[in-house]
């Protein structure tokens, strides 16, 4: 796909190169997301970063990307006071809006209801979630995680991935996306690990299918990760359930700790989560005595987030071969450098 | 008026030359606000962003033209949290406040808050909108919207205008506002077409008909519509009635869509609107197949407010004569080049 | 205490000749924080400004110091949205977050959140404020202007002061860290001016005591504050109480207005008040007749906050000594300049 000006919608756009062509580019963003130098590539950009559903560390992300790039920040953190209640069209605020940045990245409850912006919208347009759609941000730093986690522990690549994906597959959307993106690859192995009437939708799981890739369900942890090379973990989510006691049925049935990572996993099984875990009792799908094994990929998952999100803004305002013209060192403290 | 450090809190305070002014500097704006250039003229000034109620788009709009100025902007969004809530002073906030800003942009729900602020500040304010009172710079944008609509269409000046104004002329702070600006110009010709409950206040008809003004009140549209140069349509102000079903006694009765238009305006006759529109069946007082149609101007008027907002910016803070000297080519992709 | 890197959670973390570099710092930030000169040595750097307690002014400070240094600030304003309401640790936050920013400031309402959420965070965080235990940032600015009012005023000194703090001793977190950091200094003599429920903990009392300060207490104004250096009002802090019927039996009992003052204080006695001071009739701790008279120093008050936290950023970011050597003049219009 040409990215230059293009909207990033659904994991659906992209053929295996795409994804290439943002991961080599996001590779090269890490120096300037671990402040090793600064770039002002996009000084003088303005991202209108609209989230019309709240959501801290996504919108933060987002934010935090293009000004590593240089650029300004314009934001909203909320539904209930958008002209969207008087009655406006959702392609009224689209052509307004976009009238006062380069670039949007969106956040909307309803299904569709990014596309349908950004078929009204005079520039980029960036989908951050669309209630239970997609979230393709999310799906590409989930498999960028996956593809520098592999490279580093052996030097394995994404064809041939066998991933363990637990918990409830039938409304964590980052799994449908993830799903869609594995697609793109060769010989992937799939073991969907869940609650009989939390499975993953048929339709993906056909999609996957139809693409080459072995799916196996479970419903069953320990004995289904034995020899995966990644456990993906997801949490109950208790929003888009009828009521917080129907929810509670389903918490806390495939927890991951580290007496069960040594008995069942291989000793370079990458542990990964979307995150938020849920560390309440209850639930507590990954106990925190796992935060000092090496193979929590967790936290680098959601720093990966930061590389990935530059790399999308930097090839749709085509920017991504003048990143380092326009940079310089660091003059401050770096405390990640020590 | 001298523009330099002055707060601009109301329509009133302009004289015909203080408008063009404005309206100069506004159109020099315009290959910056357009991302042809950049400018960093105002690199390290701080806008003090202070919406004490919510509105998205003028917030926006607000801060996106400091931010294509060069400048930072620090701001809030709501009421609730203030220290108002406290039992503080309206002076009190504006003293404090003003010693984090260069300038300030305050919204306030009640009539006279924002002068009142001003009483007390130390850097120029510029009135985000006060209530049913004040929002001078929405009425400023109309006025350079009608400006420049006129000039593109077969080089008709403002003297000279004949306009209609529809729909919820009592409530509409905007039509109050446009309405004492109109009264600058010669020869201006006011068509008043609304319910009978819902005309422009008395005082504002006066106000325009002792500066020269022609004003006709009509209760009926396609006949009041045949020979404007402007129809500038306006939604029920739903929030200022009593309740929905007031409201709704008044919605939806003025409606123009393509066909009225084809069949009762002048070919070039242009069709503003301070937006948002409703476009919910029962209201819907422009209708969508009118997207098509060249003359109309609501998308072109709501891009006019970062011009016209950057023009009082550059003017207050006396750097309209230096945007020139910080600039430089935009470096990423531009789609509205396209 | 070694600056670089370090979090800045409490005023105990302090020696005076810590207080000493901060305030050596700050002074050197005031022809930026007056916008005579602008600098740009942390362009690029990010201060992830979360506020998980709704605080405009101490927000819009922090954010704004941070500008002024040339740094962009990404931000929330809100607890209820957080992830920490899906079940997430605040330390899998901080791990998260500090991966989008070079600085955190971070408010929460819960008392030892901020030191919790900095054990895990890979950035710097400074201590906006966690419930009734810790502001460290406003001890500081309150302390920074007892020193500057007073070498302004007769070239006193801090060594020696003679300070009454009234109003709600009990709940004002001010006062408690101000009583710690004056315990650094010699010959302190406090009067604790508050109704009997209301006085100061214990604890703090015995902690000045034993750094050798002379604490008296007394529930009566005028006799008390004959012979103060400075007189530190504050307000009743309702949100603390368990009702407001419970809050009113102690609101505007010790009223200060420019009679009382003439009558009873010196004539180059400093008025101070941590802000918001509550003007309503039935409390009105400060009158607004003082607000002529040049010992009033709540604004001045409020202003070194900006140089303060702007102090605190370049301590511990490291660049102290590299403020002016990315500075320019100022391009526009000065307001406080006149």
Chains 1, 2, 3 share one sequence.
């Not at 069209?89 to 006062?100: C, E, V």
């Not at 927890?255 to 560390?279: G, K």
Request: aromatic fraction near 8%.
């Amino acid at each position: 796909m040409n990215f230059t000006g293009a909207h990033i919608l659904s994991t659906n756009q992209f053929q295996r190169q795409d994804v290439e062509r943002i991961f080599a580019v996001a590779d090269e963003m890490e120096p300037y997301a671990l402040r090793k130098k600064v770039t002002r590539v996009l000084e003088g950009a303005i991202l209108g970063n609209m989230f019309f559903e709240a959501s801290t560390r996504t919108r933060v992300s987002f934010g935090s990307a293009f000004n590593l790039l240089g650029g300004e920040v314009r934001e909203t953190a909320g539904f209930e006071n958008s002209a969207l209640v008087k009655g406006e069209s959702l392609q009224d605020t689209a052509r307004i809006l976009s009238g006062f940045s380069d670039v949007i990245c969106m956040r909307h409850p309803v299904a569709g209801s990014v596309a349908d912006f950004a078929s009204a919208s005079r520039v980029p347009v960036l989908n951050g979630g669309d209630g239970a759609n997609e979230h393709p941000t999310q799906a590409l730093l989930d498999l960028y995680t996956i593809r520098r986690e592999l490279a580093g522990t052996g030097g394995r690549s994404i064809d041939g991935l066998k991933i363990a994906m637990i918990g409830d597959l039938r409304h964590g959307r980052t799994v449908h996306s993830l799903g869609r993106l594995l697609s793109l690859y060769d010989n992937i192995e799939v073991v969907l690990i869940s609650p009989e009437e939390l499975t993953l939708p048929p339709s993906i799981i056909e999609h996957m299918r139809s693409a080459g890739a072995k799916v196996s369900i479970s419903h069953e942890l320990t004995n289904s990760i034995r020899d995966v090379d990644i456990v993906y973990s997801t949490r109950i989510q208790e929003e888009r359930f009828t009521s917080k006691e129907d929810a509670d049925l389903y918490r806390g049935k495939f927890r991951l700790n580290q007496a069960i990572y040594t008995e069942f996993c291989q000793p370079n099984t990458v542990i990964m989560h979307p995150l938020p875990r849920d560390s309440r009792a209850d639930a507590n799908e990954l106990d925190s005595d796992l935060d000092d094994n090496p193979n929590l990929a967790i936290f680098r998952q959601a720093d990966n987030g930061v590389v990935v999100r530059m790399a999308l803004f930097a090839l749709v305002l085509d920017v991504a071969d003048k990143i380092h013209e326009f940079s310089y060192d660091v003059r401050w403290y770096n405390s990640r450098q020590v």
